[in-house]
Protein backbone atom coordinates (compact mmCIF):
# COMPACT_ATOMS: atom_id res chain seq x y z
CA UNK A 1 0.00 0.00 0.00
CA UNK A 2 0.78 4.08 -0.28
CA UNK A 3 0.03 6.77 -1.63
CA UNK A 4 2.15 6.56 -5.05
CA UNK A 5 2.20 9.25 -7.94
CA UNK A 6 -0.46 8.36 -10.68
CA UNK A 7 0.84 5.86 -12.92
CA UNK A 8 1.76 7.19 -16.30
CA UNK A 9 4.93 7.18 -18.37
CA UNK A 10 6.17 10.95 -16.37
CA UNK A 11 3.71 12.45 -18.59
CA UNK A 12 3.69 16.35 -18.40
CA UNK A 13 1.54 17.20 -15.92
CA UNK A 14 2.87 14.75 -13.51
CA UNK A 15 6.42 16.45 -14.11
CA UNK A 16 5.10 20.21 -14.06
CA UNK A 17 3.73 19.16 -10.73
CA UNK A 18 7.36 17.86 -9.31
CA UNK A 19 8.93 20.49 -10.31
CA UNK A 20 7.09 23.42 -8.93
CA UNK A 21 7.19 21.27 -5.42
CA UNK A 22 11.04 21.67 -5.38
CA UNK A 23 11.08 24.56 -1.95
CA UNK A 24 10.60 21.55 0.61
CA UNK A 25 13.21 19.09 -1.42
CA UNK A 26 15.62 22.06 -1.74
CA UNK A 27 15.88 22.42 1.81
CA UNK A 28 16.48 19.67 2.10
CA UNK A 29 19.75 19.39 0.39
CA UNK A 30 21.26 22.64 1.23
CA UNK A 31 23.66 21.80 4.28
CA UNK A 32 23.65 18.03 3.22
CA UNK A 33 27.22 16.74 3.75
CA UNK A 34 28.83 14.51 1.21
CA UNK A 35 30.07 11.27 1.27
CA UNK A 36 31.04 8.13 -0.58
CA UNK A 37 28.84 6.43 -2.02
CA UNK A 38 29.28 2.65 -1.05
CA UNK A 39 26.23 0.79 -2.42
CA UNK A 40 23.26 1.47 -4.37
CA UNK A 41 20.44 -1.38 -3.98
CA UNK A 42 17.06 -0.93 -5.49
CA UNK A 43 15.33 -3.73 -4.51
CA UNK A 44 11.31 -4.99 -5.08
CA UNK A 45 10.10 -2.68 -2.61
CA UNK A 46 12.59 -0.54 -0.60
CA UNK A 47 15.76 1.15 -1.85
CA UNK A 48 19.26 1.38 0.11
CA UNK A 49 22.13 3.54 -0.34
CA UNK A 50 24.93 3.21 1.71
CA UNK A 51 27.63 5.73 1.88
CA UNK A 52 30.75 6.80 4.19
CA UNK A 53 30.32 10.38 5.36
CA UNK A 54 31.09 12.51 8.38
CA UNK A 55 29.17 10.45 10.77
CA UNK A 56 30.87 6.82 9.22
CA UNK A 57 29.26 4.41 6.91
CA UNK A 58 25.38 4.90 6.84
CA UNK A 59 22.72 3.51 5.30
CA UNK A 60 19.39 5.26 4.33
CA UNK A 61 15.76 3.94 2.60
CA UNK A 62 12.93 4.78 0.61
CA UNK A 63 10.45 3.43 -1.26
CA UNK A 64 11.03 2.11 -4.18
CA UNK A 65 9.26 3.73 -6.67
CA UNK A 66 8.78 2.50 -10.64
CA UNK A 67 7.23 4.16 -13.52
CA UNK A 68 5.51 1.77 -15.66
CA UNK A 69 6.09 2.20 -19.30
CA UNK A 70 9.61 2.47 -18.74
CA UNK A 71 10.52 -0.72 -19.38
CA UNK A 72 8.67 -1.40 -22.27
CA UNK A 73 10.53 1.54 -24.60
CA UNK A 74 14.47 2.12 -24.53
CA UNK A 75 14.21 4.57 -21.69
CA UNK A 76 16.03 2.98 -18.96
CA UNK A 77 14.45 3.48 -14.81
CA UNK A 78 18.19 3.79 -14.01
CA UNK A 79 20.56 5.29 -17.34
CA UNK A 80 23.45 4.89 -14.37
CA UNK A 81 22.97 1.38 -13.74
CA UNK A 82 25.84 -0.62 -13.09
CA UNK A 83 27.82 2.91 -12.23
CA UNK A 84 26.19 4.47 -9.45
CA UNK A 85 28.95 4.06 -7.33
CA UNK A 86 31.00 6.73 -9.47
CA UNK A 87 28.22 9.34 -7.88
CA UNK A 88 29.46 11.26 -4.82
CA UNK A 89 26.62 11.01 -2.01
CA UNK A 90 25.81 14.64 -2.73
CA UNK A 91 24.95 14.05 -6.52
CA UNK A 92 22.92 10.52 -5.65
CA UNK A 93 21.14 12.70 -3.47
CA UNK A 94 20.27 15.26 -6.17
CA UNK A 95 18.82 12.32 -7.44
CA UNK A 96 15.63 13.32 -5.97
CA UNK A 97 14.95 16.22 -8.01
CA UNK A 98 14.59 13.68 -11.55
CA UNK A 99 10.96 12.97 -13.05
CA UNK A 100 11.95 9.76 -12.80
CA UNK A 101 10.56 7.55 -10.11
CA UNK A 102 13.41 5.03 -9.50
CA UNK A 103 15.39 7.63 -9.38
CA UNK A 104 13.73 10.26 -6.75
CA UNK A 105 13.87 6.71 -4.46
CA UNK A 106 17.29 6.46 -5.31
CA UNK A 107 17.99 10.16 -4.09
CA UNK A 108 16.14 9.92 -1.11
CA UNK A 109 17.71 6.85 0.04
CA UNK A 110 20.77 8.93 -0.29
CA UNK A 111 19.72 11.73 1.44
CA UNK A 112 18.70 9.61 4.33
CA UNK A 113 22.25 8.27 4.50
CA UNK A 114 23.87 11.55 4.43
CA UNK A 115 21.80 13.41 7.25
CA UNK A 116 23.73 13.62 10.54
CA UNK A 117 22.11 11.14 13.12
CA UNK A 118 20.49 12.73 15.74
CA UNK A 119 20.41 10.21 18.53
CA UNK A 120 19.44 12.64 21.11
CA UNK A 121 16.07 13.71 19.41
CA UNK A 122 15.02 10.46 18.46
CA UNK A 123 12.66 8.58 20.48
CA UNK A 124 11.38 4.84 19.91
CA UNK A 125 7.74 5.88 18.86
CA UNK A 126 5.35 3.33 17.56
CA UNK A 127 3.10 5.58 15.33
CA UNK A 128 0.04 3.63 15.93
CA UNK A 129 0.29 4.05 19.54
CA UNK A 130 0.80 8.16 18.92
CA UNK A 131 -2.07 8.84 16.64
CA UNK A 132 -4.71 6.30 18.97
CA UNK A 133 -3.36 8.61 21.74
CA UNK A 134 -3.61 11.58 20.14
CA UNK A 135 -6.88 10.60 17.94
CA UNK A 136 -9.37 9.33 21.29
CA UNK A 137 -12.09 10.61 20.13
CA UNK A 138 -11.41 12.84 17.57
CA UNK A 139 -11.11 12.79 13.81
CA UNK A 140 -8.10 11.16 12.26
CA UNK A 141 -7.28 11.51 8.53
CA UNK A 142 -4.92 8.67 7.17
CA UNK A 143 -3.13 9.74 3.86
CA UNK A 144 -1.80 6.17 2.80
CA UNK A 145 -3.46 2.61 4.02
CA UNK A 146 -1.54 1.49 6.57
CA UNK A 147 -1.21 -2.22 7.76
CA UNK A 148 -2.43 -0.81 11.10
CA UNK A 149 -5.87 0.83 9.66
CA UNK A 150 -8.00 -1.71 11.10
CA UNK A 151 -6.64 -2.14 15.00
CA UNK A 152 -6.74 2.03 14.71
CA UNK A 153 -10.16 2.07 14.14
CA UNK A 154 -12.28 1.70 17.07
CA UNK A 155 -8.96 3.65 18.94
CA UNK A 156 -9.69 6.73 17.56
CA UNK A 157 -13.24 8.79 16.58
CA UNK A 158 -13.76 8.66 13.16
CA UNK A 159 -11.21 7.26 10.71
CA UNK A 160 -10.57 8.45 6.92
CA UNK A 161 -8.05 6.97 5.33
CA UNK A 162 -7.45 8.46 1.73
CA UNK A 163 -5.63 6.42 -0.60
CA UNK A 164 -4.52 6.39 -4.07
CA UNK A 165 -5.27 2.62 -4.78
CA UNK A 166 -8.54 2.81 -2.65
CA UNK A 167 -9.76 -0.65 -0.80
CA UNK A 168 -12.64 -1.41 1.51
CA UNK A 169 -13.82 1.86 2.92
CA UNK A 170 -11.14 3.88 1.45
CA UNK A 171 -11.62 7.21 0.17
CA UNK A 172 -9.90 8.27 -3.39
CA UNK A 173 -6.92 10.45 -3.01
CA UNK A 174 -8.77 13.72 -4.97
CA UNK A 175 -11.01 13.90 -1.72
CA UNK A 176 -8.19 15.36 0.47
CA UNK A 177 -9.79 18.76 0.29
CA UNK A 178 -12.69 17.61 1.53
CA UNK A 179 -11.36 15.39 4.43
CA UNK A 180 -8.09 16.83 5.49
CA UNK A 181 -9.55 20.75 6.68
CA UNK A 182 -11.96 19.11 8.94
CA UNK A 183 -9.17 16.53 10.85
CA UNK A 184 -8.07 16.87 14.34
CA UNK A 185 -5.18 14.09 13.81
CA UNK A 186 -3.12 13.80 10.48
CA UNK A 187 -1.24 11.08 9.11
CA UNK A 188 0.94 10.96 6.15
CA UNK A 189 2.43 8.04 4.09
CA UNK A 190 6.63 9.38 3.29
CA UNK A 191 5.83 8.25 0.24
CA UNK A 192 4.19 11.62 -0.52
CA UNK A 193 7.31 13.28 0.00
CA UNK A 194 9.21 10.74 -2.61
CA UNK A 195 6.63 11.24 -5.16
CA UNK A 196 6.18 14.93 -4.68
CA UNK A 197 2.80 15.62 -3.43
CA UNK A 198 3.76 16.33 0.36
CA UNK A 199 3.30 19.77 -0.33
CA UNK A 200 0.46 20.61 -1.90
CA UNK A 201 -1.36 18.28 0.92
CA UNK A 202 0.30 20.49 3.89
CA UNK A 203 -1.94 23.67 3.09
CA UNK A 204 -4.87 21.48 3.54
CA UNK A 205 -3.71 21.11 7.10
CA UNK A 206 -5.79 23.05 9.76
CA UNK A 207 -3.46 24.98 12.16
CA UNK A 208 -5.22 22.64 15.32
CA UNK A 209 -4.06 19.21 13.78
CA UNK A 210 -1.62 16.88 15.09
CA UNK A 211 0.60 16.62 11.61
CA UNK A 212 2.27 13.07 11.26
CA UNK A 213 4.66 12.30 8.38
CA UNK A 214 5.50 8.59 8.83
CA UNK A 215 7.48 5.71 6.96
CA UNK A 216 11.05 4.41 6.42
CA UNK A 217 11.19 7.22 3.92
CA UNK A 218 10.69 9.69 6.04
CA UNK A 219 13.52 11.74 6.44
CA UNK A 220 14.42 12.91 9.89
CA UNK A 221 15.63 16.43 9.50
CA UNK A 222 14.30 19.20 11.78
CA UNK A 223 13.85 21.10 8.06
CA UNK A 224 10.15 18.90 7.90
CA UNK A 225 8.86 21.06 11.40
CA UNK A 226 9.47 24.23 9.30
CA UNK A 227 6.70 23.35 7.25
CA UNK A 228 3.89 22.50 9.93
CA UNK A 229 4.72 18.95 10.44
CA UNK A 230 3.64 17.98 14.25
CA UNK A 231 6.27 14.58 14.31
CA UNK A 232 8.48 12.83 12.07
CA UNK A 233 8.72 9.09 12.50
CA UNK A 234 11.15 7.11 10.54
CA UNK A 235 13.65 4.48 10.10
CA UNK A 236 17.43 3.86 11.21
CA UNK A 237 19.33 0.83 9.61
CA UNK A 238 21.07 -0.19 12.47
CA UNK A 239 22.39 -3.71 10.48
CA UNK A 240 23.55 -2.61 7.58
CA UNK A 241 24.38 -5.55 5.97
CA UNK A 242 21.05 -8.22 6.62
CA UNK A 243 18.81 -5.23 5.56
CA UNK A 244 20.33 -4.83 2.37
CA UNK A 245 20.13 -8.59 1.87
CA UNK A 246 16.55 -8.76 2.57
CA UNK A 247 16.09 -5.92 0.04
CA UNK A 248 17.91 -7.39 -2.26
CA UNK A 249 15.20 -10.51 -2.27
CA UNK A 250 12.27 -8.59 -2.34
CA UNK A 251 11.58 -8.18 1.43
CA UNK A 252 8.49 -5.97 2.60
CA UNK A 253 9.11 -3.38 5.54
CA UNK A 254 8.09 -5.95 8.08
CA UNK A 255 10.96 -8.49 7.31
CA UNK A 256 13.69 -5.53 6.64
CA UNK A 257 12.52 -4.25 10.07
CA UNK A 258 13.21 -7.74 11.66
CA UNK A 259 16.48 -7.64 9.78
CA UNK A 260 18.22 -4.69 11.66
CA UNK A 261 16.07 -1.31 11.57
CA UNK A 262 15.00 0.68 14.35
CA UNK A 263 12.05 2.43 13.94
CA UNK A 264 12.20 6.15 15.97
CA UNK A 265 9.95 9.36 16.30
CA UNK A 266 11.21 12.97 16.54
CA UNK A 267 8.59 15.82 18.28
CA UNK A 268 8.82 19.58 16.77
CA UNK A 269 10.34 21.88 18.88
CA UNK A 270 7.64 24.19 20.46
CA UNK A 271 8.73 27.02 18.79
CA UNK A 272 8.18 25.35 15.67
CA UNK A 273 4.69 23.55 16.38
CA UNK A 274 2.32 24.47 13.78
CA UNK A 275 3.93 27.61 12.82
CA UNK A 276 5.21 26.96 9.62
CA UNK A 277 7.36 29.04 7.95
CA UNK A 278 6.27 31.58 5.02
CA UNK A 279 7.60 29.75 2.27
CA UNK A 280 6.76 26.46 3.54
CA UNK A 281 3.03 26.58 2.52
Known amino acids: SGYPMAKSSADGAQRTRWMVNMTLLDDLLVGLPDGEVVEACIGLHWTAVVVNGPAGQRCGLA ?86 VERLKPRVGTLYVLEQNPQGDDLPADAAPDILPEADVIAITAMTLVNGTLESLLPLCPSGATILLLGPSTTLSPVLFDYGLDLISGAVVMAIEPVLRHIRQGANFRQVHRAGVRLVTMTAPDSHRRNPSSSAI
Open 63 to 148: STLASEGYHHTSEPDVPQAGQLEALSGREMAALARSDRPTLRSLGFAAINALLPPLPDAWTDGNAEAIIAERGAGKTVAMVGHFPF
